[in-house]
């Protein structure tokens, strides 16, 4: 499907939300999809149309045997409450959620109608369950296991810039998913011997001051957590670790468009394809609560050897043949 077709029927989901009726005369399903970033970002929109096409996969067609109710908090998470009361009145057979504060605000809003977390920061560091086998109540989904990738992560920056001592953390402390990723990097650090300094960012608008507050920390490295919003201003933030000279590490590998030094993390677009299955389950009768929190297998190294060269880094042979993928 081409950009420009997707996001015509992204809009027309948005703008005239579905009833439609199956083939054998009943009410076809109803999904509810929120997300708290924004349904036109490319990186949400890649997220999506994964999701979509695991479910036309599965046999379902939307506007014949299924509809989606698809709700954006717009990056402002303050929002969330909201949206996810709002799906919840529209009695949808299962929600989809994408991110720690969506699935807190929809947990909030029903104890009964199942929802399904599509990439998650470890959900029982965040609090959202307390058993992966059995997650109980009306929550399952996948996790991203991000609060270890965060310790990695930083051992990955040290094996680029070993000089490092004092390395940045950039972090939304507004998501829940970033306090266990902060607590992990820190654990990192002290065993590295590394000085870490989190520098808040908890809207866009002051990603640009946080970069200033690591300048003058002289910082020589930088950690950027997994966070939607980092992900959708990722051109941004590279292009300004570009500019203070700081080698960085990214929990989302989104270096092609971004042009970052280094990605350590899962590959999200698969963990919404697989959510798509978890729908599937549910509307054949399974419970959630039933069904285990999957956690991801396989991690991406993703390196930037364009960057590397800009900032006058050799990055060592034995970590280039350990790459997923190297951009030249």
Known sequence: MNRRAFVAGLGAVLTAPLVVEAQEGRKAPRIGFLSAGSLTAPRTRTYVEAFRQALRELGYVEGSSISVEFRSAEENYERLPALAEELVRLNPSVIVVNTVPATVAVKQATKTIPIIMAAIVDPIATGLVTNLARPGENLTGLSMMAPELAGKQLELLKEIAPQASRVALLWNP?????????????????????????????????????????????????????????????????????????????????????????????????????????VDKVLEGAKPGDLPVEQPTKFELVINMKTAKALGLTIPPALLLRADQVIE
């Not at 507004?174 to 870490?196: F, I, K, M, S």
């Not at 590279?238 to 000279?245: F, N, S």
């Not at 989302?252 to 999200?268: K, N, P, R, S």
């Open 174 to 278: 507004t998501n829940p998913g970033n306090t266990p990723q902060e607590h992990a990097a820190r654990d990192a650090a002290r065993v590295l011997g590394v000085t870490l300094h989190p520098f808040e960012a908890r809207s866009p608008s002051a990603i640009d001051a946080a970069f200033l507050a690591m300048r003058r920390e002289r910082s020589e490295g930088l950690i950027v957590l997994t966070d939607l919003m980092f992900g959708t201003h990722g051109k941004r933030i590279a292009d300004l670790a570009a500019k203070h000279r700081l080698p960085a590490v990214y929990g989302q590998a989104v270096l092609e468009q971004t042009g970052g030094l280094m990605a350590y993390g899962v590959d999200l677009p698969a963990l919404f394809r697989r959510s798509a299955t978890y």
